[in-house]
């Protein structure tokens, strides 16, 4: 065991034990019992005291215990150990029994500190009610249980050098010891660091907390946190006059959490970050948005205005769900900054995920590999910070390496209740904040009625985060003083809380008088400062009721503005590229470098790949990487993300190569296109759907000129992210004017595979279409263009590669954005019928909305008119006879649908009955969509009939036989009775 600066060298394990001092090398036996029990204390946990004395004594002899001086002394002369402790030839008086003491009271002491810093929290002063304080002192932090006695308490002891509490003092009295691990680890803050693994970070904790005094700040910047105080609670104070009826969801109980915030934000700007991404709940949403983001109160009173009509673009969404994007001067730095609040739905902590993509895609598009510029805060309730399942989702994806954001500052607003909840039967954990250990983040939990430790937690967190890059928790207690909104009694559930509360002084009054009792500020000083932000309020919300607008603006609630994009751009329909450009993609995607050592069977994909390049024509994944690579070339990011997407659920994609020799040795053949293309990105997502889609939706909202493309294992399983889908991507553009062009690849496809992987639930997304089926729409010659414009969403299920490559192109080359869901196939990867050829991608062509049956020449003898999407088509088609008088039409987008390519078949066809045809239930799928589309495309003049599985509750049948027996049924009724 080798100590530092060549003091000792213990050899623990065994039975010689070897002592260097700079006059004598000694190898000494210790084989005999005598010997050994001459020195117990030369074990693997004394060892490191030994350690610590020697190191000590070499600096300074007088420093530690005359027994030790005389110790090191001997064996320095030449002595060995045993003999040097047990007949130490010196003027040692003491007795083997007193060292032993000191050793065992030594270990006693540094056995105490630890036993504060992993359980002091426990007994912490954290909650302004009292409600929640303990006096029972656990066993472990019991000075008697812990090996003392009365009588050491006015005994001096020597400091351990890992701890910070005696400051420029190297010895303390077990009394002042007692204190000070007290005043650190149990006054009003509490501290979770020790499941920390990392040693370097466990010591930097102990620095920022341990130091005497280092919780203390300047006068000046004391004056200013009452100021924020003060804004923060006159804020809430001023709309409860003006707005009694109102919901508001105040933040009255912890109006400490503005300064918090701006502390955080003022410390993160002097280590360089510019960019804040915020998310937060509705609770205190509006006195965030105006004193930290710094809306102008105008903005914020007119959301309030009943006569004030609804803005001509979207529904809108209430005025504590909006977001908002604010570029600024920092008043504290001097730097500029930009605060972009997300904005929310009402499901907590949903818009977790969101945040940390858009901060991501900030860090990516500036380069910012360390994450130094762009940074997440987010806010959670304590309630749903323990109970909803996307906190631990979210939090998993900290460190992965194309999802971290370099450090997350996460504040949980701890009211100690959930609506009506108490705590005890909301969480089966001690604290709220027990999630966040699974990444090893500290844990700093604050009495919020002690602004001043709060000032402190939070400058301590901005700082841990700018130095490793890691999440970290600042656990905030307070209360709530309404209900779960100001219309709610909260006596009726928590009758002992609200008493309390009622009583309980405003921390903007205590605080100020604290500050006035130490002349930091005066009485005229505090009044000038309520009177001076009533007089803004006043101002604000005159301007607000007596201005001219007329209407609310959604477009001043952009959190995530796209500036220029939507200036001078055109649409032009046609998405083919030239066929070099398709050979030069096609070849590299084909091919890997000479040394590296694929797969064998990758070595017969690739083949095949090459073989078709030489033919003129592409599968699925090669229409796909025509597309991604097109695109790349451009100058368009491309990122697709989800579970196993580098190879590809069914193992067709195959986008990362893996050496089979050379461990982490990887080929990715479309970054290798061009020294001039854009990034790709290619990454495997945990084993998450809600988080890992939000995520990408975050991503996709900060850069408009980026493909964002989130792929689900099996279609079924994107209803984990349902929460995603229907408040943030179906209606997003709606509430918020806030577009997005990601695109969800929903594998579906009924191939016996059972409930679970057939189905992508199609239905879902054509019920979420705002389009109304009754009404045709006017059709014109900008009718395409002004669907997509006019849609929340577009759905597709395309039959041809081509096809596939032309829409998502076209994704990136409209004029605006929206979400595009893609009912990706399975079978259809590798089927040989199902392949474009070179013609079909090439410049001039584009997006089939509809593709129609180009095998029938006499239309007229035509007596049934199949309409059908996706995989059935195929089955379709090689079912049908010769001479089947039947046309099979196939509808690739289905919505917006397309009205004028549908009358454009049925007039085709004058004497043919209408089939819809499809391979899911009568109850699912695109037939309850379609059914009214189509007869309104007929304009009623034809019967719109149904063939596909009967109605069931099931997806799909488990059973093979069975699914069989259904799809010979679908095809016999395609085709009976002609």
């Known amino acids: 065991f080798m100590l530092s600066k060549l003091p000792f060298m213990y050899r623990l394990s065994g039975v010689c034990r070897r002592i260097t001092s700079s006059h004598s090398s000694t190898w000494i036996s210790m084989r005999n019992r005598s010997s050994v029990t001459a020195e117990p204390f030369l074990n693997g946990t004394s060892s490191v005291y030994v350690e610590q004395m020697y190191d000590n004594w070499k600096h300074d002899p007088n420093s530690v215990h005359k027994s030790w001086d005389a110790f090191f002394r001997n064996v320095d002369s030449g002595m060995s150990p045993g003999t040097a402790f047990e007949r130490p030839r010196t003027h040692i008086t003491q007795t083997s029994g007193t060292c032993e003491k000191a050793i065992q009271d030594h270990l006693n002491l540094r056995g105490l500190i630890r036993a504060y810093r992993i359980t002091g929290h426990n007994i912490a002063d954290l909650d302004p009610l009292g409600i929640n304080t303990t006096e029972t002192i656990p066993v472990d932090l019991d000075v008697k249980k812990a090996g003392f006695t009365d009588s050491d308490m006015s005994r001096s002891f020597l400091l351990p050098s890992h701890t910070h509490i005696g400051g420029d003092r190297k010895t303390l009295s077990l009394s002042e010891i007692e204190i ?34 280092v919780t203390e700040i300047k006068t000046e910047e004391k004056r200013m946190l009452l100021a924020r105080l003060v804004r923060a609670t006159r804020f809430e104070e001023f709309l409860a006059s003006k707005l009694t009826s109102e919901k508001r969801f105040g933040l009255e109980g912890c109006e400490v959490l503005i300064p918090a915030l701006k ?41 309030f205005n009943s006569h004030l009509e609804p803005d001509d673009e979207g529904s809108g969404d209430v005025k504590y769900h909006l977001g908002a994007c604010i570029e600024r001067v920092n008043r504290t730095t001097g730097k500029d900054i930009k605060i972009s609040i997300v904005a929310n739905p009402s499901h907590l902590e949903a818009v977790d995920p969101v945040v940390q993509g858009k901060t991501r895609a900030e860090q990516f598009y500036s380069d910012d590999k360390e994450g130094k510029e762009s940074m997440s805060i987010l806010l959670h309730g304590d309630a749903a910070f323990a109970g909803q399942g ?36 909301a969480r089966s954990s001690p604290y709220p904040t027990d999630v966040a250990k699974v990444v090893s983040a500290p844990i700093f939990h604050v009495n919020a009625d002690d602004p001043e430790a709060v000032v402190h937690v939070c400058k301590v967190a901005a700082n841990w985060r700018a130095t490793y890059g890691k999440d970290v928790v600042i656990d905030l207690v307070c209360y709530r003083k309404n209900g779960h909104n100001e219309g709610d009694n909260p006596m009726f559930t928590q009758p002992k809380m609200y008493q309390k509360i009622a009583k309980h002084e405003q921390i903007m009054k205590k605080y100020a008088d604290v500050l006035k009792s130490d002349n930091v500020v005066s009485e005229e000083d505090y009044a000038g400062e309520l009177s001076k932000y009533e007089e803004i309020c006043k101002e604000a919300y005159q301007n607000a009721i007596t201005g001219t607008d007329t209407k609310l603006n959604l477009h001043d609630w952009l959190d995530s503005p796209w500036k220029g994009f939507f200036k001078e751009k055109t649409y032009a329909p046609s998405s083919g590229i030239s066929e070099d450009k398709l050979k030069h993609i096609g070849n590299i ?9 694929i797969h064998t069977g990758l070595k017969r994909v690739l083949k095949g790949r090459q073989e078709m390049m030489n033919n003129r024509e592409a599968d699925w994944a090669m229409g796909e990487a025509f597309a991604f690579g097109s695109l790349l070339l451009e100058g368009i990011h491309v990122r697709l993300s989800g579970q196993d997407v580098e190879r590809g659920t069914f193992s067709h994609r195959h986008h990362v190569l ?100 057939s189905s992508a639930r199609l239905e879902r997304f054509l019920q979420l279409c705002k389009d109304d089926g009754e009404k045709l729409p006017d059709i014109n010659e900008n009718f395409e263009i002004n669907q997509l414009d006019e849609c929340n969403w577009i759905v597709v299920n395309c039959s041809t590669p081509a096809n596939y490559f032309h829409v998502l192109r076209r994704q990136v080359e409209l004029p605006f954005r929206k979400p595009l869901i893609v009912m990706s196939p399975k079978k259809l990867l590798r089927l040989p019928e199902a392949k474009s050829t070179f013609d079909e991608m090439i410049k001039d062509t584009y997006f089939k909305r509809l593709i129609p049956d180009q095998t029938v020449t006499e239309t007229g003898s035509v007596k049934r008119l199949i ?63 379609v059914r009214e589309r189509l007869d309104t495309a007929c304009e009623g003049s034809r019967k719109i009939k149904y063939v596909g599985r009967p109605p069931s509750a099931a997806v799909a049948t488990g059973n093979k036989t069975s699914h069989t027996h259904e799809e010979e049924h679908i095809l016999f009724d395609a085709f009976d009775k002609l």
């Open 180 to 213: 000070r691990l007290r005043e650190v680890y149990c006054h009003h803050i509490g501290l979770e660091y020790m499941h920390i693994g990392d040693r370097s970070k466990r010591n930097w904790i102990r620095e920022r907390f341990e130091e005497p005094g």
């Open 263 to 303: 502390t955080i934000i003022d410390e993160s700007s002097d280590k360089g970050v510019k960019n804040f991404n915020i998310g937060m709940p509705h609770r205190g949403r509006l006195n965030v948005l105006a004193n930290v983001a710094r809306i102008p109160l105008e903005q914020i009173f007119c959301q």
């Open 390 to 425: 996307v906190v631990y989702e979210t939090f998993h994806l900290s460190d992965l390496p194309d999802y971290t954001t370099h450090g997350t500052i996460h504040v949980v607003v701890n009211n100690q209740i959930g609506f009506t909840t108490d705590p005890r039967v």
């Open 589 to 597: 995607f084909s091919s890997c470098p000479d040394d590296f050592n």
């Open 658 to 757: 893996h050496d089979q020799k050379a461990d982490r040795k990887q080929y990715r053949p479309l970054t290798a296109l061009s020294t001039n293309q854009a990034q790709y990105t290619v990454c495997n997502s945990s084993l998450s759907e809600f988080a890992a889609l939000g995520f990408d939706l975050g991503f996709s909202a900060t850069n408009p000129n980026a493909l964002i493309c989130w792929e689900a294992q099996f279609g079924d399983f994107h209803n984990n992210a349902q929460c995603i889908i229907d408040q943030f991507i179906c209606s997003g553009q709606d509430k918020w004017v806030k577009q997005s062009g990601i695109v969800l690849l929903l594998p579906h496809g009924y191939e016996g595979m059972g409930p679970e992987h």
């Open 867 to 929: 309409f059908c999407s996706g995989k059935i088509y195929y089955e379709l088609n090689k079912h049908r006879k010769t001479d089947n008088p039947v046309a099979i039409s196939r509808v690739e987008q289905i919505s917006p649908f397309p009205y004028d390519l549908v009358m454009k078949e049925v007039r085709r066809f004058p004497n043919a009955e209408i089939y819809w045809v499809q391979e899911e239930p009568k109850n699912m799928g695109a037939w309850s969509y």
